[in-house]
């Protein structure tokens, strides 16, 4: 007798519950490779949120809170960079290029980020991909703004619309510069960074609509307006930080020694690569928060089918009464038990992948729209995935082992009552 055609005779006679058992082990496969393969892709985003940028350069502070602000615009700095010490960087013969940022005002909750258009040239992302407008066009005027792609949905702005920069970064502010209006030029398309939350200026433009404060407070009588702020030089006193890129690699750790050291305009220059490693031990703790969740998931599917199994192991006295009679040893029978649980776990992971991979396949675009998430849809496992693979199987094969155990002292029974 084939044990195969047997197993899948048998598992095909009880088809209500086998078929419910594969589904819960399919669900709890995807969770469980799914979160698998949104904690790989999301540490990668993570790892890639600056691609191409040799140093992250800003006024004396820690690497950790530098890389926040100035990539991430979480917190603020505690002190800018004088525009001189910025274009004496941006000049430096090892430099081939920067991207100044300049922070603190935001709108309706967002940052505003002061820029030029060195931003959509040189800032890469990802696998190296660049910045590119879903529509409209770059920051081609003084109060022309970009905005980040959920900045555009969430606010439901085209192009075109006026919006008034507030002074500060809270949420809410009282301290508006409405006496500036700026206008919608473009939107970027989604990039999964924290870009997409991020509305974008021209440094000139941040000097305009602080023409007339001081120290936070707008004095009366003091502001211009737009066409006065056309006709005053509105080159920036200073900027908050600067991605910088160089000619040679090999000059990134002599440049960074460098600007860490000198005393003048006390700086602090960072590799993005180090800065990232050393804040992703800080957050990877949720990662494996959800990784613990899904194994508890797929715990819960398996002990579904250790059940479904053991609940008719009863019913099958007659079964292994029969298998006896046809001559089926102890053996043969729980090993036919055993065959039974790995077919189930087999279908289940299989019907899992096809879940996972259909998915990804369907959400993939309104992930990165609705929450920034950017997930590629890969049909082959990483190395990751192939352990949890088979730590899947292997406990679909420990899980089998009880009731092909009960079987099996059934069947020697039946042996022995037969020799009586």
Do not use: C
């Given at each position: ?167 500060g970064t809270g949420n ?30 021209t440094l000139e433009g ?153 998915g990804l396949y369907l ?58």
């Amino acid at each position: 007798m084939m044990l195969l055609p047997m197993a899948v005779r048998s598992l095909a006679s009880r088809r209500a519950s086998v078929l419910l058992t594969v589904f819960t082990l399919a669900l709890s496969t995807a969770l469980l490779l799914g979160i698998e393969h949104i904690r790989e892709q999301s540490r990668a985003g993570f790892f890639n949120t600056v691609s191409g940028t040799d140093l992250i350069v800003g006024a004396r502070s820690g690497p950790v809170q530098l890389l926040l602000y100035s990539v991430f615009h979480v917190g603020s700095a505690t002190s800018n960079i004088r525009w001189p010490s910025y274009t004496q960087l941006r000049d430096d013969p090892r430099v081939a290029w920067t991207i100044p940022l300049s922070l603190g005002d935001s709108h309706r909750g967002y940052r505003v980020i002061g820029t030029d258009n060195a931003m959509f040239e040189h800032y890469r992302y990802g696998e190296g991909q660049g910045l590119a407008l879903a529509e409209g066009d770059q920051l081609d005027d003084l109060f022309a703004v970009v905005l980040g792609a959920e900045v555009a949905r969430a606010l439901d702005y085209q192009l075109g619309d006026e919006l008034i920069i507030a002074h500060g970064t809270g949420n809410t502010s009282f301290k508006l510069h409405d006496n500036m209006p700026f206008y919608v030029s473009g939107i970027l398309q989604p990039t999964g960074t924290p870009l997409d939350r991020a509305v974008l200026v021209t440094l000139e433009g941040l000097e305009a609509v602080h023409i007339g404060w001081r120290a936070g407070i707008a004095l009366p009588g003091m502001q211009a307006t737009p066409d006065q702020a056309r006709q005053r030089d509105l080159t920036p006193r200073q900027v908050t930080a600067a991605l910088v890129g160089l000619n040679s690699r090999m000059q990134v750790f002599h440049l960074q020694r460098e600007l860490n050291s000198q005393r003048q305009d006390p700086l602090t220059a960072v590799m993005p690569g180090v800065a990232l490693q050393e804040l992703w031990q800080v957050v990877s703790l949720a990662e494996r928060a959800l990784l613990a969740v899904s194994s508890v998931a797929l715990l819960i599917g398996l002990s579904g089918m250790l059940a479904v199994l053991l609940s008719g192991m009863q019913q099958r006295r007659h079964e292994v009464a029969v298998l006896r009679a046809l001559g089926a040893s102890p053996l043969r029978i729980s090993t036919l038990l055993l065959l039974e649980s790995l077919l189930l776990t087999l279908v289940g992971f299989l019907l899992g992948l096809a879940l996972l991979w259909g998915g990804l396949y369907l959400l993939q675009q309104p992930l990165l729209e609705q929450f920034g998430l950017h997930l590629t849809v890969v049909t082959r496992l990483s190395t990751q995935q192939w352990q949890l693979a088979g730590f899947i199987v292997g406990l679909g094969a420990l899980g089998g082992l009880i009731p092909a155990f009960m079987a099996y002292r059934m069947a020697l029974v039946k042996s022995l009552g037969q020799r009586h």
